[in-house]
């Protein structure tokens, strides 16, 4: 074993991550989705819908998903189903059996815990009597489920009636399925029209590209009990990233093995040369495809060039006659010019890139690749500080159920700008957006009016400026609340742009720390309201 050689605690790169690993990483968006999924399960406003995660196998859906768990609140109750079922009775009884476990007296009720064939609508009827006895009990269940493209078309629509269930208030049951991108396909097949029509937040885990690999290498050994210098050369690790073509799983194994060789044969460092005998060994096949295309430019840079002056010359050369005799003939051998003289060069063909999947998110919702540059600030370090919190690990805040929508890192223009008589914020145009646009205008004209020693609520502030979510909130908010006293600040501090949204007018804070108590139960639990001076909001 290596451990010893390199100075670790612990093995750095498991094959299967068990449920006890602690260690996550952060980067390539994942701390950022995590993020969201906490905020939206917690912090909601409304019915949020079903969630789904699709990457990949090996992609690190399930390690997400553990990261998940044990960083919910304590009064959310998740059931994590992850071996296949093939009926629809046996996928209620495995609810069933999870929900009975920490539910005292229940024992005896409804079906018992080994039956398997009992009746489709016994079955339900008892998960629902149960589901409104957690709720009563002030439990939030969060169904997860692994490996959703598994599932029957039957199971997937019970899943939608499960969703559907609720009380006067609330929906009884959250749902996060995780699958593969054949999970994709599968909601946009017809008798998925109404399941699909429920999923509101989708997120898709993205393989890593070659600094992403390099990050997460370093941060494993790290973790592991590494301190000194990076084990793994460049070369290496831009051979782990073309193989392993980013996914978590293959980079374990190909970075596990690495070690091992280089440990066996006494050296400091894992260079190339043991990463391509870690191959040989795994039997991982991989090619030069679209996701390590940069990499292998950069180790194959002379070849490359050398192609591309052999294509540029044949491109001259075709041009010159194209000017003489503009044939059909002449335009389709121009077409084929740069796979004819890649191979001359002996230079791999890049093999096309996959059919794109589907969008699982409704119309209304951004897609995940977002139309315009988010903030800067899409990273955590949120100003609201939610009602709750599990263990240590804060909850998001509203701008991080953006990565349903963004789960790209983009640079973003902050400055709030008046172009052609039209606002926009963090280069997003706010126009047609009737309720955001009234209440920023409003909210404008108060600054410039109102005594900055007078009190007002802060509610919460938010670095997701897509205004189509505030919009959203907006509608939802002049249900609850009287929205000529509602006040959606725009801020600019350097580089960063967001939304601040408080709440009335106050002589002083004593008030205004009483009418706290008179906000919506909504608002007092999803946000955390304080007095804040308008002098303060300027700054």
Request: glycine share 8%; hydrophobic share 40%; proline share 8%.
């Given at each position: 074993m290596y451990l010893s050689?390199?100075?670790?605690?612990?093995?750095?790169?498991?094959?299967?991550?068990?449920?006890?690993?602690?260690?996550?990483?952060?980067?390539?968006?994942?701390?950022?989705?995590?993020?969201?999924?906490?905020?939206?399960?917690?912090?909601?406003?409304?019915?949020?819908?079903?969630?789904?995660?699709?990457?990949?196998?090996?992609?690190?859906?399930?390690?997400?998903?553990?990261?998940?768990?044990?960083?919910?609140?304590?009064?959310?109750?998740?059931?994590?189903?992850?071996?296949?079922?093939?009926?629809?009775?046996?996928?209620?009884?495995?609810?069933?059996?999870?929900?009975?476990?920490?539910?005292?007296?229940?024992?005896?009720?409804g079906v018992e815990e080994n039956c398997t064939c009992a009746p489709r609508d016994a079955l339900a009827a008892e998960l629902q009597c149960l589901l409104n006895e957690k709720y009563a009990a002030g439990k939030r269940i969060v169904l997860l489920i692994d490996e959703t493209q598994e599932l029957s078309a039957e199971i997937l629509d019970?899943?939608?009636?499960?969703?559907?269930?609720?009380?006067?208030?609330?929906?009884?049951?959250?749902?996060?399925?995780?699958?593969?991108?054949?999970?994709?396909?599968?909601?946009?097949?017809?008798q998925?029209?109404?399941?699909?029509?429920?999923?509101?937040?989708?997120?898709?885990?993205?393989?890593?590209?070659?600094?992403?690999?390099?990050?997460?290498?370093?941060?494993?050994?790290?973790?592991?009990g590494h301190r000194g210098p990076v084990v793994f050369t460049p070369p290496a690790i831009k051979l782990i990233s073309m193989a392993s073509g980013g996914l978590i799983h293959s980079l374990n194994i190909l970075a596990d093995r690495s070690l091992e060789t280089a440990s066996s044969t006494?050296?400091?460092?894992?260079?190339?040369?043991?990463?391509?005998?870690?191959?040989?060994d795994s039997g991982i096949q991989y090619?030069?495809?679209?996701?390590?295309?940069?990499?292998?430019?950069?180790?194959?840079?002379?070849?490359?060039?050398?192609?591309?002056?052999?294509?540029?010359t044949v491109l001259g050369l075709l041009g010159w006659f194209a000017l003489r005799s503009p044939s059909a003939e002449v335009s389709s051998v121009v077409a084929s010019a740069p796979s004819e003289a890649a191979p001359s060069a002996q230079?791999?063909?890049?093999?096309?890139?996959?059919?794109?999947?589907?969008?699982l998110v409704p119309a209304p919702v951004p897609a995940p690749v977002?139309?315009?540059?988010?903030?800067?600030?899409?990273?955590?370090?949120?100003?609201?500080?939610?009602?709750?919190?599990?263990?240590?690990?804060?909850?998001?805040?509203?701008?991080?159920?953006?990565?349903?929508?963004?789960?790209?890192?983009?640079?973003?223009?902050?400055?709030?700008?008046?172009?052609?008589?039209?606002?926009?914020?963090?280069?997003?145009?706010?126009?047609?957006y009737a309720l955001l646009e009234q209440r920023v205008e409003a909210t404008t004209k108060s600054m410039a009016t109102v005594d900055k020693n007078q009190y007002?609520?802060?509610?919460?502030?938010?670095?997701?400026?897509?205004?189509?979510?505030?919009?959203?909130?907006?509608?939802?908010?002049?249900k609850l609340v009287d929205l000529s006293d509602l006040y959606v600040h725009t801020v600019n501090d350097g580089e960063k742009a967001k939304f601040r949204v408080t709440y009335g007018i106050y002589p002083d804070r004593n008030q205004a720390a009483a009418a706290i108590n008179e906000l919506p139960q909504k608002y007092q639990s999803s946000f955390h309201p304080e007095p804040s001076t308008w002098g303060d909001l300027s700054r």
């Open positions: 050689h390199f100075g670790l605690s612990e093995q750095p790169f498991p094959h299967q991550d068990p449920m006890g690993n602690d260690f996550f990483y952060g980067g390539a968006n994942r701390g950022l989705m995590l993020d969201a999924l906490i905020y939206v399960l917690t912090h909601g406003e409304g019915a949020e819908g079903i969630i789904t995660v699709t990457g990949e196998c090996g992609s690190g859906k399930t390690t997400l998903c553990h990261s998940l768990m044990k960083r919910l609140p304590a009064q959310m109750q998740t059931i994590y189903l992850t071996q296949p079922v093939s009926t629809l009775e046996e996928f209620l009884n495995l609810i069933s059996r999870q929900l009975k476990s920490d539910l005292a007296g229940l024992a005896g009720k019970e899943l939608r009636a499960l969703y559907e269930v609720e009380s006067p208030h609330h929906k009884l049951l959250q749902i996060v399925l995780l699958g593969q991108n054949e999970l994709g396909h599968t909601l946009t097949l017809p998925m029209r109404k399941l699909k029509g429920c999923v509101t937040h989708h997120f898709e885990l993205k393989p890593f590209n070659r600094k992403a690999v390099e990050e997460y290498l370093i941060s494993r050994m790290r973790a592991a006494g050296s400091p460092d894992v260079t190339a040369d043991h990463v391509k005998a870690a191959i040989k090619s030069f495809n679209w996701r390590n295309w940069s990499d292998w430019f950069d180790l194959n840079h002379r070849a490359v060039g050398a192609s591309a002056v052999i294509t540029v230079v791999p063909i890049m093999a096309p890139a996959p059919a794109p999947i589907p969008a977002p139309a315009y540059p988010p903030t800067a600030a899409s990273m955590p370090g949120n100003t609201p500080s939610p009602a709750s919190t599990a263990g240590s690990s804060p909850h998001a805040s509203p701008e991080t159920a953006a990565a349903t929508r963004n789960t790209q890192d983009q640079p973003a223009t902050a400055a709030m700008q008046q172009r052609s008589g039209k606002s926009y914020i963090g280069g997003v145009k706010l126009e047609g007002t609520i802060q509610l919460f502030s938010t670095d997701n400026v897509q205004p189509d979510r505030m919009e959203r909130f907006l509608v939802r908010a002049q």
